[in-house]
Every structure is written in C-alpha cells, then in structure tokens.
Nanobody, 119 residues
Framework: QVKLVESGGGLVQPGGSLRLSCVAS????????IGWFRQAPGKEREGIAS????????YYADSVKGRFTISRDVAKNTAYLQMNSLKPEDTAVYYC????????????WGRGTQVTVSP
C-alpha cells in the first residue's frame, strides 16, 4: 500500500522558515517524481514545486520561486520543501504527491500538513 506522510507544518511569523517533509512507503521512491501542492481556504489546489525522479530537474511556481527549495533523499524515501521568507499568503494546507513523469492526475497523495503564517 502506497503511503505519503507530510510533516513539519505549523504556525510561523512572516519572514520565518519551515521545512516540510514527505515520507513515502510502498513504492519504489526513486522512480517517482515528487510534487508539492497547496490549497488555501476557498482556493483551488496549486502546484508550487516538483522534482524529477532522479532529482536533476526542478520546477517552481512564480509565487514561491527564490523562497522555496524542493529536494529529495532517496536513501530515506523522503522529499523536502524548505520554505523561507514566508508570507501570510503562503498559509495553506500543503500536500506532497508522487507520480510517474509528473502525471499528477494519477499521483499518490498525502493527507497534507497545515502551514499558517501569521504575526
């Protein structure tokens, strides 16, 4: 059974940092691209970062480019999202997903972790 578990969310002040983790099990982690998505209240889910299966290619949405960094550790079956210079508009539930070839429509999803950026 494939399982993705996110952690590392919480409450942080504007300008602060958080590192999210996504631990995968039940799949061959090194064969999957990993994506981070977020959904704020009343908004659609937004893809914000992804990394290829070999970790050689990354993508960032303009809204997080230069502030967030995605990475992966194959030995630990874990992906990370380092989030710096957080803004109130980054407040959302953050999800990780694993998919072949970044085909997110057929991805495995985690249950999400809440990130709240507030003074």
């Amino acid at each position: 059974q494939v399982k993705l578990v996110e952690s590392g969310g919480g409450l942080v002040q504007p300008g602060g940092s958080l590192r999210l983790s996504c631990v995968a099990s039940g799949l061959n982690f090194q064969n999957y691209a990993i994506g981070w998505f977020r959904q704020a209240p009343g908004k659609e889910r937004e893809g914000i970062a992804s990394i290829g299966s070999r970790g050689l290619s990354t993508y960032y949405a303009d809204s997080v480019k230069g502030r967030f960094t995605i990475s992966r550790d194959v030995a630990k079956n874990t992906a990370y999202l380092q989030m710096n210079s957080l803004k109130p508009e980054d407040t959302a539930v953050y999800y990780c997903a694993a998919a072949y070839g970044r085909t997110w429509s057929s991805a495995h999803w985690g249950r999400g972790t809440q990130v709240t950026v507030s003074p």
